[in-house]
């Protein structure tokens, strides 16, 4: 009785590990998880398995006259796979399953280096007692299209020196996001014009078939101004993107 009465407070309790079977994902893409359960001290009910996508996104809210600044976590996709049966103390229970990564995910990983945050939460639904939960960090890569337009950037002289994931929405004339945060890649030139572009804030809408690009340019005694196009997603290559690029940074 004593083991029950701890298991339903999380002591003792079954508990869940997801590994992840592909090492980068794209998004847009299928990756496969394989979830393993172990019993713990006592029998336990499973009612179910839950999967959610999540990032760490920087938000703002207004708190009297100041704008604050902190990071939220999102939930940027969930699956609930029914897993629907009794574990035995000690007993390990194996699942597979294949999830596909909705398109506008934002990347973690870019040249290398990691630029965003984002895991992938998986909990487990125990009758009468505390969940039991994993997370394990995702490496995404930008899609093909994506990469193809910020390395033409790069070469058109500027320098990529921070990427965020913002929370919000994208809308432009050509194309809106869905997800409710988004990827900005912020650009500084590496030489100063007088009237050229101090800043460039590059971000991708991906529908699965087209990439819209939304560039917000930042211009010495001009201000900001946004420039959009859709970038078909089977150009794929710094050639193929560049009359695109060229046009918005034009």
Not at 56 to 65: C, I, L, Q, R
Request: aromatic share 8%; net charge negative.
């Amino acid at each position: 009785m004593l083991k029950k009465i701890l298991a339903s407070v999380g002591i003792g309790k079954a508990s869940v590990d997801t590994i992840l079977l592909d090492e980068q994902l794209r998004a847009g893409e299928p990756f496969r998880i394989e979830v393993v359960i172990t019993g713990g001290e006592v029998e336990q009910e499973l009612n179910g398995l839950e999967f959610a996508i999540m990032a760490e996104a920087k938000a703002e809210k207004s708190v009297g006259d100041d704008e604050i600044k902190y990071n939220k976590s999102l939930v940027l996709q969930s699956w609930k796979p029914m897993l629907k049966q009794t574990i035995a103390p000690g007993e390990t229970i194996t699942r597979q399953f294949n999830l596909n990564l909705h398109p506008e995910i934002p990347a973690t990983r870019l040249f290398g280096q990691r630029i965003g945050k984002i895991w992938l939460q998986t909990g487990l639904d125990i009758k009468n007692g505390i969940d039991g939960s994993d997370k394990d960090p995702l490496t995404i890569l930008p899609s093909p299209t994506q990469l193809a337009v910020l390395e033409l950037i790069e070469q058109a002289g500027y320098r990529l020196y921070k990427t965020d994931i913002e929370a919000g929405y994208i809308h432009a004339h050509e194309f809106s996001s869905h997800l409710p945060c988004y990827q900005e890649y912020e650009f500084k030139p590496e030489s100063h014009s007088f009237f050229g572009a101090r800043e460039l804030e590059v971000s991708f809408v991906d529908n699965g078939e087209e990439t819209g690009v939304l560039i917000e340019v930042d211009r010495a005694f001009l201000g900001d101004g946004y420039r959009s196009i859709a970038i078909p997603n089977e150009l794929d290559t710094i050639e193929a993107v560049r009359p695109y690029v060229e046009e918005l940074l034009g």
